[in-house]
């Protein structure tokens, strides 16, 4: 079973927070940069703004169906409803506006289903200098996964982080049969033929 992180395409769309505020809302994961994740009922939508550099000069990327917004993932409406099976059973998705697009819908995507099936002998990668787990990875660089614990799941997360989703073949194909544009997959973290639709 080959398993992919799911990642921002490097020719796609990057969104950072118009305000401070929008941005607090869309690093929720980092106890100092954000705001804690409410429900999904207390969210009050953030606005996002295309990334264009340090010094603003970046040109305008397209628009695709998984632009991406640092460490988090956005979808569009068409990826919500072509995929709605697989977000309903293993996400959260909270509405997002885009600046350049207000009159779509886009979502954070927020991964619920976390499975603590990483071979941490096998897999690479520098682990955590803080916290109360010091044998999580910081980053992973290299994974190698329990086949039988993912089971059927196709969209997952592992304990050490509250943002890197991994995804199955399965999530690659069902992308590819939906024509969703604009998500990236890669095998391992270095990979620089990463798969893009």
Request: with cysteine; charged share 30%; net charge negative.
């Amino acid at each position: 079973m080959e398993i992919l992180k799911w990642c921002g395409a490097e020719k796609g769309a990057e969104y950072t927070g118009v305000t401070e505020e929008d941005n607090k809302k869309i690093r929720w994961y980092d106890n100092l940069l954000g705001d804690p994740l409410p429900g999904l009922s207390d969210w009050d939508p953030p606005t996002l703004t295309q990334y264009r550099g340090s010094n603003g000069k970046r040109a305008l990327r397209d628009l695709c169906d998984a632009p991406s917004s640092a460490s988090i993932n956005l979808i569009s409406q068409r990826a919500a409803d072509s995929l709605r099976d697989i977000w309903d059973y293993h996400a959260t998705l909270y509405p997002v506006s885009l600046a350049d697009a207000p009159e779509q819908d886009f979502y954070m995507v927020v991964a619920n289903t976390i499975l603590n099936c990483l071979d941490r002998e096998r897999s690479e990668g520098p682990l955590q200098k803080y916290g109360a787990t010091p044998d999580a990875f910081a980053s992973v660089y290299k994974w190698v996964f329990d086949e039988e614990c993912i089971g059927k799941n196709v969209l997952f997360r592992i304990p050490d982080s509250k943002t890197t989703t991994y995804v199955t073949e399965t999530f690659k194909q069902r992308v590819r049969e939906a024509g969703l544009k604009g998500f990236c997959l890669k095998k391992e973290f270095w990979d620089t033929n990463e798969w893009v639709s």
